[in-house]
């Protein structure tokens, strides 16, 4: 299986830049969570400071790397109006349980096969 | 679908800390990777510095994150004998791509619902 959300394999620029890890353990019930996961990816893409995403589901359990210039992308990125709406229903709807780190990236390697 | 690898949304310490993003695309042919994964697994708990590790997987597509004390804690495991043949392996069997990201981790947050 293909998975097209995992993109940064070698897109990124040299470090230094930041990375956002979020990790999740989605609620059993978690009515309209994939839209607005599709909807904050659309958003995400287009900030100001965006580098990239990879994002993987394994069952209940998911992982969203995400990729930015610095920290104040991140910053605006966080209160962004919309984004700022989900993340209040991913605490009261849609998670049991999530945690996120915010690090700053000193250095990172890339491999490719020669097909 | 409960994943037992995605183990440590609330038992890290206090930033700092590093973690290891590791995105990476599986090869079609990867014959002797899933027990070589689960042995880096078995190793890598032992490793002085170790903090704890996010794995999720989705068809060919995989993040691990692991977090480490300190990048000298990060280096070792690099050099660690059995890891670096695993390493080897990787390149030349089971992966078609991947990445790697050394970050220091600057802030974090975790959320549990109460239930």
């Known amino acids: 299986m293909e998975n097209k959300k995992l993109n940064c394999l070698s897109n990124l620029p040299e470090p230094p830049y ?17 839209q607005a996961a599709q909807r904050m990816m659309e958003l995400a893409v287009k ?9 993987v589901r394994e069952g209940n359990a998911g992982i969203t790397v995400s990729y930015w210039k610095d920290e104040s992308s991140i910053l605006n990125w966080k209160k962004q109006q919309e984004h700022m709406l989900a993340q209040k229903a991913g605490r009261s709807q849609w998670y049991d349980e999530y945690s996120l780190h915010v690090a700053k990236v000193e250095r990172s390697y890339n491999f490719k096969r020669d097909i």
């Open 18 to 34: 930041y990375v956002v890890v979020f990790a999740s353990k989605l609620a059993t019930e978690n009515t309209g969570y994939a």
């Open 47 to 55: 900030q100001e400071g965006f580098l990239g995403v990879d994002s």
